[in-house]
């Protein structure tokens, strides 16, 4: 029997207060160690906005509405052999309630960052997060 490889949908909760986004720095591969939104896998039976709610309250303890989707990017993990990993991330706008954010779950620390502190880091963010956050605090949403 031939297995089949589908990729696997996921929410990022972008949550803005001020003219910061909340970060986490992610606790397990893919991207351990670096600065990401929180997120993770949509359950089966939930909408993608109750699955980026749940996963930042889960992951820093944050209290947030979920707004309209941003986008949607693909994160392939692959070399010449073989794909380790596909996940589509659809990036829901959340809007903050409560909490400054309390690492917990698959986060190590939580930030509040400016697109600013997020480019004085890039070494340590995730792909694709410093043009992310640009686009949720409208700013420009020109790739650099």
Request: aromatic share 6%; glycine share 6%.
């Amino acid at each position: 029997m031939t297995s089949v490889h589908i990729p696997r949908p996921a929410a990022l909760s972008v949550v803005t207060r001020d003219d910061r986004v909340l970060l986490v720095r992610r606790r397990h591969p893919p991207d351990a160690g670096l600065w990401g939104f929180p997120g993770g896998r949509i359950e089966w039976g939930e909408r993608i906005e109750q699955a980026a709610v749940r996963e930042l309250r889960e992951e820093t303890g944050v209290a947030a509405t979920a707004g309209e989707v941003l986008t949607a990017l693909n994160v392939i993990d692959a070399n010449r052999q073989a794909i380790h990993h596909h996940f589509v991330l659809i990036a829901v706008r959340c809007h903050w309630q409560s909490g400054d954010g309390i690492a917990d779950d698959d986060a190590s620390e939580t930030g509040w960052f400016t697109p600013a502190d997020i480019a004085a880091v890039e070494d340590e963010v995730s792909a694709d997060v410093e043009w992310l956050a640009r686009l949720a605090l409208h700013q420009s949403d020109a790739r650099a």
